[in-house]
């Protein structure tokens, strides 16, 4: 059996970004990306690969100074119930520690997962009101989404919103 290995993005590795994506926009589980934006954001990913292959990404989005949300975790159908997805947001939530960030947000259908890992479901931003200003200023549709704004409800409808207090 070969072990996985989790490891920052490069620009090599957009393709199969792109294509993880695709796997799971089709059902509205993910949001479509461009891949202009996914090159943009490339230095946000980590991919878990096995034997060179990469079959998993996620992505750490910093929003404001204690706050950061993980985006875009996904394995590929083939790897499933592999510990992939786990490996994935450890090292997210990793890195959320390292750059100072005490809470982690997600937007996901996939509740019973974050639930496993310590998320918790909120139905308001957790952040006050002078944040939720500055926030407001964000052209980022992620923080968008974050802040629950009407011109994004039809992509995240049905999913719920999560939140981590880190240790």
């Given at each position: ?9 490069r620009?090599?590795d ?5 294509s993880l994506?695709?796997e ?7 949001l479509?990306k461009a891949?202009?934006?996914l ?8 991919v878990?690969?096995?034997d060179?292959?990469v ?14 949300e993980?985006?875009?975790?996904a ?37 019973g997962?974050f ?13 006050d009101?002078?944040v939720?200003?500055q ?8 923080v ?24």
């Amino acid at each position: 059996m070969s072990i996985a290995t989790v490891r920052p993005a490069r620009t090599h590795d957009v393709r199969a970004i792109r294509s993880l994506i695709d796997e799971y926009s089709v059902d509205g589980h993910l949001l479509a990306k461009a891949s202009v934006t996914l090159f943009e954001d490339v230095q946000e990913f980590v991919v878990a690969e096995i034997d060179g292959v990469v079959v998993g990404c996620g992505a750490l989005h910093v929003m404001w100074e204690d706050l950061a949300e993980v985006r875009t975790l996904a394995v590929s159908g083939a790897h499933l119930r592999q510990g992939l997805g786990s490996l994935i947001l450890q090292e997210l939530l990793q890195r959320a520690r390292n750059v100072g960030v005490r809470r982690v947000f997600c937007l996901t259908f996939m509740v019973g997962f974050f639930a496993e890992h310590g998320f918790a479901e909120i139905t308001e931003a957790p952040v006050d009101h002078d944040v939720y200003e500055q926030l407001l200023q964000s052209y980022d549709e992620g923080v968008a989404e974050f802040l629950g704004l009407e011109r994004v409800k039809p992509n995240t409808l049905g999913n719920h919103r999560m939140l981590l207090e880190l240790s």
